[in-house]
């Protein structure tokens, strides 16, 4: 192996790839080879490309109705439009021919790459590279490399194309080109052109989206420079003359503002079109290796935080960093207004909105090696208190009853219909949006969640109790009394499994119901213990009485907890489910009349059978690390024969679970196929007549607990943070970095020893417990447990 061969093998576990063009896999590649920063994503489409294969810019915080029906997220016109010819005609940019073009995502860094070698000897080689700057986040940088063996000349079309691929309607009242002579831009050495720009005005709310555009060229002569609208783009065309030998660099910035921009430190919206056009002249001036440096040293400290290294499978370890890569892009961490999209900001599907899966899954990364970014999380969904307080009173309930797709306000984006069955075509009435209604409870387990980790009560007193006692509130007027049974239940619900609605007292529901409950006592008497005056004006802001208090000790004391049989150990996921008829998923399948068929509820072909769609009891055991271990197998084995996985979310909770039992074969087949949910393309983008593509960011969140929670054994339901960790097969080292009451740990894990060393900069020890052994561990300490024989 030659000097540089490690550095290439390290690469090559930081690097996704991609040869050639399949057409049928267009709309998933887009999204693999994301590019974003929590502000606005770019997907890994070549420049060349329209609306008809997906390209897309989706920027957060511009949610727009344009159809009536769908609120979603805005695709902004696309400031990455080039077209890149030789003389002959040949089209370098859109080359896939995969004997000469290439494609890769840079994980370390967030930067797509592609490139191309023209026919012939001596043809030339372009490579186009872009990011979406973490330093400028309104800001996307690109840039052109053209080498010429002999001398050759490339006519360049760089510009805004403003036909966007938008999934349910045109939100753009008006929409059009902005061409700016004027300002520092003109007279900057090596520019070419004016500042280019679209400007849109959304349909529904009347939101700005200002998208700015500059290029300077370095190496060659420019010549033939002119601005023209064609067919919906406003593009600049020039032509570069590359000596042989020689190289020419093209520069683009490409900036995106909105009228929803707040600046955190006023709390004012600016002037959208200003800033997008003061991105473009800072990175202009600052030049293409500036711009790399400061946006790479921010990726350094995020890998520094959060890598989850492995070695002995470098499947696994790509396929792993993929996750963490896109759970970190998808997820506004400028901002405490927003959520995280259940598709990030590769493309519209599921509008941008937050479902419980932010709490249950993203959430959970953030919160063991970034806290800050989980408080600024849980924030959103106290800001959105008065929308969820509105939907519990306009469904008859009282506190807050989280939205089960929530955006920017809070208020419902999930419509009463959107399945089709597929042979009349007749819409099918779901009732994810007033029967799923453990997203409250499952908000507010998240809350506590947080402060026990991190300790902050400083949130609790300000925000999270706040949250608590709303969510008690609302499930104090949801649960229902049965006098005969002398209890509290919860009727007609959805639990985690969708495929079977309108059943009562769903395991993990009134579980959840029940933490919800006692975390809201709990909170409860610490503020009256530690913040007594800030605990009066919030019971006098929400009229919160003691005897509504005493209503919730009542629910916590007799709401019914579907819990083991004393004889074979299961837990019944609802009421009546084990009466329903049993057959495997592959049984069901045989049944479809179409493949497009929605399974569920009311008519599906799972509803009178066992079949569920994703983990819902195995959602619980892996929330209940407690639970006797022959309850836990009992429970894994019954439901993991009965589960489709028609949901991404599912594999990541059997893996966990697996590995607490031991099972690594399973856990290591679970963990693979959420880690290869994306890469592997083997989830559907279309399910009952709705586009689901896109990047499944829960899922790749739930990869990281996979590795961390299932793998590495992490425990935070105790006193101290617990590790119990077993590798798979073909697995020497596992280390990872997680945070406990503001000290960091960094974890080693090989088949023979665990190590746990504090780092230097913790203000205190950390109490740890790897396996049976307990101990306190010094800023800067190391300590070392064999493992056992």
């Known amino acids: 192996m030659t000097n540089d061969g490690p550095r290439r093998a390290d690469a090559e576990r930081w690097t996704i790839r991609a040869r050639g063009f399949d057409a049928a896999a267009v709309a998933r590649d887009g999204s693999n080879f994301l590019i974003g920063n929590g502000y606005l994503g770019v997907r890994g489409t070549l420049e060349p490309w329209r609306a008809e294969r997906f390209p897309a810019v989706t920027v957060s915080d511009t949610y727009d109705m344009a159809d009536g029906r769908w609120r979603e997220l805005c695709t902004a016109p696309n400031g990455l439009y080039a077209e890149a010819r030789l003389e002959d005609g040949t089209e370098l940019l859109g080359d896939t021919d995969p004997e000469r073009s290439w494609r890769e995502l840079d994980l ?39 080498e010429a063996r002999r001398a050759c000349s490339v006519t360049l079309a760089l510009g805004i194309d403003g036909r966007v691929w938008s999934l349910n309607g045109d939100h753009f009242a ?61 593009l600049r065309r020039f032509v570069v003359d590359v000596p042989a030998n020689g190289t020419a660099t093209i520069v683009r910035a490409f900036a995106v503002a909105s009228s929803n921009d707040v600046d955190p430190a006023t709390d004012v919206a600016g002037d959208p079109a200003g800033a997008a056009a003061a991105s473009v002249e800072r990175a202009l001036a600052s030049g293409w ?59 519209q599907a599921y509008q941008g909105a937050a479902f419980w899966d932010q709490e249950a899954y993203n959430l959970d990364v953030f ?18 208190l008065p929308g969820a307080r509105r939907k519990a009173e306009r469904l008859g309930y009282r506190g807050a009853f989280y939205a089960w797709i929530s955006g920017d306000d809070g ?6 219909w959107f399945f089709r069955e597929v042979v009349t075509g007749r819409p099918i009435r779901n009732h994810f949006n007033d029967w799923q209604m453990h997203v409250s409870p499952d908000v507010a387990v998240a809350v506590r969640d947080y402060v026990d980790t991190t300790g902050d009560e400083a949130f609790l007193i300000a925000r999270g109790a706040e949250i608590a006692f709303e969510v008690a509130r609302f499930l104090a007027s949801f649960v229902v009394w049965i006098p005969h049974r002398r209890r509290w239940e919860i009727r007609r619900v959805l639990g985690p499994d969708e495929y079977h609605e309108n059943v009562d007292d769903n395991a993990f529901t009134n579980e959840q119901s029940r933490s919800a409950l006692v975390f809201a006592l709990e909170a409860h008497a610490r503020l009256r213990e530690v913040a007594p005056d800030a605990l009066s004006e919030l019971r006098g802001r929400i009229d919160l009485s003691d005897e509504e208090l005493g209503a919730w000790r009542d629910v916590v004391d007799r709401l019914h907890l579907p819990g083991p049989d004393t004889r074979t150990g299961l837990i019944e996921q609802f009421r009546g489910y084990f009466d329903l008829e049993d057959v495997t998923p592959a049984e069901l399948e045989r049944r479809l009349i179409d493949p497009a068929e929605y399974w569920g509820w009311p008519i599906g072909v ?12 195995v959602q619980l055991l892996a929330r209940r690390p407690d639970l006797p271990e022959r309850v836990t197998a009992a429970n894994y084995d ?19 679970v697996a590995a607490r039992l031991g099972r690594m074969d399973d856990a290591a087949r679970y963990f693979r196929k959420s880690a290869l949910v994306d890469l592997g393309g083997d ?76 780092d230097a900069a913790n203000d205190a020890a950390v109490p740890v417990r790897v396996r049976e052994a307990r101990f306190e561990l010094a800023p800067g300490e190391r300590r070392v447990v064999e493992a056992r024989r």
């Open 367 to 384: 919160l063991n090696t970034r806290p800050e970014v989980a408080r600024r999380i849980l924030s959103y969904r106290w800001r959105t």
């Open 289 to 347: 290796n500036d711009l790399v440096a400061d946006h790479a040293r921010d990726w350094e400290r995020f890998w520094e935080l959060s890598d989850v290294a492995i070695d002995g499978d470098d499947d696994a370890q790509r396929a792993l960093r993929f996750a963490i890569y896109q759970n970190r892009i998808a997820t506004p961490e400028h901002s405490d207004r927003l959520p995280i999209g259940a598709r990030g900001l590769s493309c």
């Open 411 to 416: 208020e419902e984006l999930c419509p009463d």
């Open 174 to 234: 008006r929409s059009e080109p902005v061409r700016e002579e004027a300002g520092p831009h003109a007279t900057r050495p090596n520019v070419v052109g004016p500042r280019l720009g679209w400007s849109s005005t959304t349909v529904e709310r009347g939101v700005r989206i200002e998208v700015r555009e500059g290029v300077r060229v370095e190496g060659g002569r420019v010549h033939g420079a002119d601005v023209a609208l064609d067919d919906g783009r406003l």
């Open 683 to 758: 989830y559907k983008a279309v399910s009952g007549g709705t586009f689901i593509g896109g990047i499944h960011t829960a899922a790749c969140a739930g990869t990281w607990q996979a590795a961390v929670r299932g793998f590495g054994g992490l425990r935070t339901d105790e006193e101290r943070l617990g590790l119990d960790p077993q590798l798979p097969a073909g697995w020497d080292r596992l280390a990872f970095s997680v945070v406990r009451h503001g000290g960091r740990l960094h974890v080693e894990v090989r088949p023979d020893a665990v190590a746990v060393r504090a």
């Open 108 to 146: 370390r860094t967030g930067t797509f790459r592609h490139g191309t070698t023209a026919s012939g000897a001596d043809g030339p080689r372009i490579v186009a590279e872009r990011f979406a700057s973490y330093a400028d986040l309104h800001l996307v940088a690109w840039r052109l490399r053209i």
């Open 606 to 617: 799972a509803v009178h059978t066992q079949v569920i769609k994703q983990a819902d009891v």
């Open 638 to 656: 019954y439901y993991e024969r009965r589960t489709q996985h028609g949901s991404s979310l599912s594999p990541s909770v059997h893996a966990v």
